[in-house]
């Protein structure tokens, strides 16, 4: 393993712990309680996990599973969820706090501090990042994470038997999914939120199970696409069976993949919550009903496509009887 790719491997890791610790922090800030700092113990299996890669693999990465990715949403999908259900139950916060909408209100909160020690620019950081709101503080997390995944993904070594083509596919694909999984996340969970109205700012108790089902499917989501369905769709494609329908079999494993992926862990579950919210919760405006429609599309379009494989892979019918 060269310098180069030891240090890559080495950064990606810190910056999936750092991201990490941070969540931590801030869920020890909105608790007021130094217990929850014992939520780093989770972080033991990503450092087990490094130390094996070193030691064992080089460093390189399984080719269907990519075990730092995983261990590191495990380390911070808790903190996210504690954010989330504590900000449920608390939105006087958002009263209280500073909205990230403008440039005036970024200017004044980074503006430097008259001390000039070092325990002075410390604490004025730390008034700094306790002063944002809630609702900025968990979009910021997930944007972190989001962003994260897809450079840690290109900065780590390469898995057995998977090439720069494939990872180059792999990480487009990583985009477009997380542009996805973060929109659900925000735009959906605000109207699961705020219920039948948003913009009373009343919120409405019938919505905690189905925000519950919305943070569990856009949890599933990230660790599946991105950790154990997104690396094993680089299925060898030129790989040919015994017979026809083996090749055929080999040839549109990528395809099946993705069409699951859709079906039931992203597009198939967002349509089922974004339905819910419609029709139990009466929440009705131009983007969830476009992003409902776009989810309903693609679902319908995989079942689609999943027909036409199935047609390719049934083997040829004989026309005519063997003659004697």
Known sequence: MNLFKFV???ITRFLFILVSLVGVWRVTKVKNDNLYWLLTIVYLPLVAEMIIAFKRRNGQDYKRLTPSILF???SI????WILELHHQG???EDLQCKKLDSWETVKSMVSPSSGTLHTETLKHLERVLTSVCPNAWILGLHQALLILLI???WLLPLGVGVTRDELSQLLLVFVGTAADILEFTNESMSDVKWGEQPTAGVYNSRSVDVEYVAVSFSSGSLCLCYSIVATSRLQN???SGDGCCNFLMSRHCTDIWNIVESLFIQD???LVVRLIVM???GVFHQMLVFFAIKNFLVVILNLYRLIVICLDLKPPSSSSSPSI
């Open 268 to 270: 198939g579950p967002f």
């Open 237 to 239: 494609s030129d790989e």
């Open 279 to 281: 029709i139990n919760f």
């Open 72 to 74: 590191f949403l495990i």
């Open 90 to 92: 608390n939105r006087d």
């Open 151 to 153: 450079l840690g993904k």
């Open 8 to 10: 890559c491997a080495i």
């Open 77 to 80: 999908i808790p903190s996210i």
